[in-house]
């Protein structure tokens, strides 16, 4: 029944997400801010608030494992599992996308982030600094994107931002809203207390809980985009995606639930799964640096490590 209802929580959680980042967007739009504002901000915090909220529960729970757990094991499984499943099917052709920047970015919050771990607690003041990185990377974005949309064509139609319907009624607009908002918090507790009992009918710490079953199930939407994504040859959209994800699931996640409450760091954190988060990520460098395609042969590999990955975790 607690795997059932773990479940039950998440799809809560994916619905309520998309729920919300659809009620969002057209809110936002229909006010009249920019659709480039509303892409970097209202869309990459509506997809990521599932592990949002999951975090700042298990802190209020004091389930400090499953909130860390949750970001270390979902930023490992988006490189090795939502792009190593994909390649399994198509050849993502990777060589064709400009991701430098946002890769380095990527690594340098991976940095900051292991370095402030090593301080043994994540608090107020390591939040604030996170927080400080995402909206300097969230003020670069801004600025490229204006000076792209400026150097553009004026005849251009203005870029489509996912979730945006200019047909849609305020009444559903409203009610995309409500359900967002009072499914999150539900679905974020419904799979947090089930996920507890699970770690203690099991024998296991809530970290593992946190990098295996936690992290696996907030991951699936970014598997699911990245799959589309990788059939239709968008392979600029399935990097871009996973490299955004794990930016945020850093910089964003982490850093607003360490103002809600400590985060004492696990010993093992340091030891295996911070080194493994930062190891999966420099696994792109040949994709982003050097114009590979990831074939087949690759996806293998990503899956096989990220097998091999949880079966130890597990065992």
Not at 184 to 194: K, M, R, S, Y
């Amino acid at each position: 029944m607690e795997w059932l209802m773990a479940g039950v929580g998440l799809l809560i959680l994916i619905l309520a997400g998309d729920f919300l980042v659809k009620g969002a967007v057209n809110l936002s739009l229909r006010i009249g801010i920019p659709s480039m504002i509303v892409s970097l901000t209202v869309v990459a915090f509506g997809t990521s608030a599932p592990e949002l909220l999951i975090s700042i529960r298990a802190v209020l729970d004091n389930l400090p494992g499953i909130a860390l757990g949750n970001v270390v094991g979902s930023n490992t499984a988006n490189i090795l599992m939502v792009l190593g499943l994909p390649a399994l099917f198509a050849t993502m052709h990777t060589a064709e996308c400009d991701s430098k920047k946002s890769y380095v970015m990527m690594i340098a919050g991976s940095l900051l982030f292991i370095a402030l771990a090593y301080t043994g607690t994540l608090t107020w003041w390591s939040g604030l600094i996170l927080l400080a990185a995402l909206a300097l990377y969230l003020g670069d974005a801004f600025r490229d994107s204006y000076f792209h949309r400026k150097a553009a064509k004026a005849a251009e139609p203005e870029e489509e931002v996912e979730g945006a319907d200019p047909d849609l009624p305020w009444w559903r607009i409203i009610f995309y809203l409500v359900v967002g908002l009072v499914g999150l918090p539900l679905g974020a507790q419904i799979l947090v207390d089930n996920a507890r009992i699970i770690a203690q009918e099991f024998g296991v710490s809530d970290t593992v809980i946190g990098l295996t079953l936690v992290a696996l199930g907030t991951s699936l939407p970014e598997l699911a985009t990245t799959m589309m994504a990788a059939i239709r040859r968008q392979a600029d959209v399935a990097l871009g995606n996973v490299i955004g994800s794990n930016l945020f699931n850093l910089l964003a996640i982490i850093g607003v639930a360490s103002l809600v409450g400590p985060i004492p760091v696990d010993p093992e954190f340091l030891e295996v799964d911070l080194w493994v988060m930062l190891g999966a990520s420099l696994l792109l460098l040949p994709f982003v640096f050097f114009k590979q395609n990831i074939t087949r042969l690759w996806g293998i590999l990503f899956c096989a490590l990220y097998g091999f990955y949880v079966l130890s975790i597990v065992t």
